[in-house]
Structures are given as C-alpha cells and as structure tokens.
C-alpha cells in the first residue's frame, strides 16, 4: 500500500539551513505537501508541489521533488528558534484528496 | 485570516458513551476531511465528504462513525460508542478543492 516515510529527529543551529527528507510510494501522486506542527497546535499548510514540477521556492522555504526517486525534500534556509517543530509529509491517496502522512520529522533549532 | 476551527478542543468520555466532534469549515470550502492522529503515530485519513455525501472512507471509519453537515455550517464526526482505543487528537480538514486542505487545531478525545 502507500506509505511516507521521514527521519524522526533534525537539529541544526539557528542560521543554517534545515534539510527535511522524505520518500514516498505512490508514483500516481498529483500533489505532495508539507505541514508543520508547533507543540498543541493543528497542521499548518506550509507549501506543496504539483508532481510536473521538480523545484518549488517559497521565501525560506525550497522543495525539490525527484519523481524517480519518489523523493521530498524540504530545505529551510536561515533556521530561526521559531521554526522548532513537527514537519510532515504528505501524498494524496486517493481520487478525493485524502492525504497520506509521513510520521513526522521533529526539527529542533539550537540558539 | 480565516481559520477551521474545531469543538471542543478536549472530550473526556467513558467507554461506551456516544461523541460527537464539531467542526467550522472556511466558509467557501466545499470539500471536507476527517483525520486522527494516535499519540505517537501517523496522522491517519478517515473519511471524505463533499456535496453532503461520503466521497471516501478508510477502513478505519467502520460501522460507529458517521458524519454530516447538519445546518450547513457545522461538520460533525460522531463515534456511536467510544472504546479506549479511540483516543486520539481529531483533526478536520476543509478545501475549496482536494488539492488544499486546512486544518483546524484538532480535539483530543480522552476514552476512560
């Protein structure tokens, strides 16, 4: 079946950047996403991608997607203490959009 | 910026007892998810819901669970019968299209 699959720890120094991995199943994927999650709050939209599309910027934020390798990334340039949290990946399950989740990549940014 | 946002944001139940989750979607969403997370795994679909119907449906979303749009504001997941191992943080989800969803901040169910 579809899986996600993510490292569960990341720490880095404030300034530098963060690079977040991810590796999926579903080759038929339109959409992958990101998420993120501060301690007790819900799951924020950070960017996603079309599947026709190998790089995508955002400010801070560079997704590259290599389809052939069924790979994500999510680099965060500059790190700032205020981006320590949860960050998810995800692929689309279904023809409705159900989303399939990574476990979860817990990064935490050192002063 | 407008949110999703969920009711309660912590249900505390015994085993047995019937729950009921709110939801407030984006006003011009038209498409609407149900998700859960167990502590300490994946975040987990249950169930899709568009033009008042179910579009999907895990196998998690069996016989006890239902959803609707009573008022059409509202979104509501309701477990007929709780049992201990649906505790979990319940996220809804809502979009214009299937390609964005937003979540709300999600409510921890606690089954005693």
């Known amino acids: 079946g579809e899986d996600v699959e993510q490292s569960l720890f990341l720490s880095v120094r404030e300034g530098d950047s963060s690079v977040i991995n991810c590796t999926y199943t579903d080759s038929s994927s339109t959409y992958l996403y990101w998420y993120k999650q501060e301690p007790g709050a819900g799951l924020q939209l950070l960017t996603y991608?079309?599947?026709?599309?190998d790089m995508k910027q955002d400010q801070r934020l560079t997704v590259l997607l290599n389809k052939k390798d069924k790979h994500l990334s999510l680099r965060i340039a500059d790190t700032q203490t205020g981006d320590s949290a949860i960050y998810f990946c995800a692929e689309h399950g279904g023809s409705q959009g159900n989303l399939i989740f990574g476990k979860g990549t817990k990064l935490s940014v050192k002063p | 910026e407008p949110e999703v946002t969920q009711t309660p944001s912590h249900q505390v139940t015994q085993m047995g007892q019937e729950v009921i989750l709110r939801c407030v979607p984006i006003s011009n969403h038209l498409y609407f998810y149900w998700y859960r997370q167990i502590l300490g795994q994946k975040v987990e679909f249950l169930v899709s819901f568009y033009n008042n119907e179910i579009s999907e449906k895990s196998e998690i979303f069996d016989d006890q669970f239902s959803v609707e749009r009573p008022d059409g504001s509202n979104f509501t997941l309701k477990i007929r019968s709780t049992k201990l191992e649906d505790s979990a943080m319940y996220f809804c989800a809502t979009g214009t299209d299937y390609n964005e969803q937003f979540f709300g901040p999600g409510t921890r169910l606690t089954v005693l």
């Open positions: 991608i079309f599947s026709n599309m």
